[in-house]
């Protein structure tokens, strides 16, 4: 999981939901203006807080901005889906797939405020956010791997399958194919990538006959 990147101390229940507020804003400022065009005035008046109020919870935009990763890190890799069970099936797979795809289809590849959105942004800039992204891609990762190891105990996958590859493999199909779709308002290109990285995690599916020998 990805760790807490704020100072925040244990909050109230009222607390609790205007800070919340006050993420939920930022969240939705990046998506329509990216991090650039969002200003911590901006989040204010969104959040409808006063400036003492919001520098309470964050007390620089840095902090802020490094909260949005965490709780975007936090969320589903689909957004707007729910997380599906583990993926540690085929079939558990293709949905997480095709719900990607639904998700950009729905869209019609308009930005959201994602790891991936927020990645392209401002790793090249800003050290310590790329390090948050990276741990919260790594978290991402690791459900997938957990997945895949899972299906490869129980012989659904063959005992040479790099599962680290392959899981970087359907997380990379997932991030590109997104970006290559917000770009061309297009979701051929996330529909390939999802393909072919599941086809690859296929091509180490081991077969039933083998699967009962062993």
Same mark, same amino acid.
């Given at each position: 999981?990805?760790? %807490?990147?704020?100072?925040?101390?244990?909050?109230?229940?009222?607390?609790?939901?205007?800070?919340?507020?006050?993420?939920?804003?930022?969240?939705?400022?990046?998506?329509?203006?990216?991090?650039?065009?969002?200003?911590?005035?901006?989040?204010?008046?969104?959040?409808?807080?006063?400036?003492?109020? +919001?520098?309470?919870?964050?007390?620089?935009?840095?902090?802020?901005?490094?909260?949005?990763?965490?709780?975007?890190?936090?969320?589903?890799?689909?957004?707007?889906?729910?997380?599906?069970?583990?993926?540690?099936?085929?079939?558990?797979?293709?949905?997480?797939?095709?719900?990607?795809?639904?998700?950009?289809?729905?869209?019609?590849?308009?930005?959201?405020?994602?790891?991936? %959105?927020?990645?392209?942004?401002?790793?090249?800039?800003?050290?310590? %956010?790329?390090?948050?992204?990276?741990?919260?891609?790594?978290?991402?990762?690791?459900?997938?791997?957990?997945?895949?190891?899972?299906?490869?105990?129980?012989?659904? +996958?063959?005992?040479?399958?790099?599962?680290?590859?392959?899981?970087?493999?359907?997380?990379?199909? +997932?991030?590109?194919?997104?970006?290559?779709?917000?770009?061309?308002?297009?979701?051929?290109?996330?529909?390939?990538?999802?393909?072919?990285?599941?086809?690859?995690?296929? %091509?180490?599916?081991?077969?039933?006959?083998?699967?009962?020998?062993?």
């Amino acid at each position: 999981m990805a760790e %807490s990147t704020d100072k925040t101390p244990r909050l109230t229940r009222k607390g609790q939901a205007t800070r919340e507020r006050i993420l939920q804003a930022a969240t939705d400022l990046i998506a329509a203006h990216g991090v650039a065009g969002t200003s911590t005035e901006d989040v204010r008046k969104a959040a409808g807080v006063s400036g003492s109020q +919001l520098y309470h919870y964050f007390d620089s935009r840095q902090a802020l901005i490094r909260a949005v990763i965490t709780r975007q890190a936090d969320a589903p890799p689909v957004p707007g889906q729910p997380m599906m069970g583990p993926l540690d099936s085929f079939d558990a797979l293709r949905a997480w797939a095709d719900a990607a795809i639904e998700r950009q289809e729905q869209n019609e590849g308009r930005g959201e405020c994602t790891l991936g %959105s927020l990645a392209a942004e401002l790793s090249a800039t800003d050290e310590e %956010s790329r390090e948050d992204l990276c741990r919260g891609f790594l978290r991402w990762q690791a459900l997938l791997h957990d997945g895949l190891l899972a299906m490869r105990d129980r012989g659904e +996958l063959r005992a040479d399958a790099d599962l680290t590859e392959l899981s970087f493999a359907l997380l990379t199909a +997932l991030q590109g194919g997104t970006l290559l779709n917000q770009t061309m308002r297009d979701a051929r290109p996330l529909r390939a990538a999802m393909n072919a990285a599941l086809s690859y995690v296929r %091509s180490f599916a081991l077969t039933e006959d083998v699967r009962q020998r062993s």
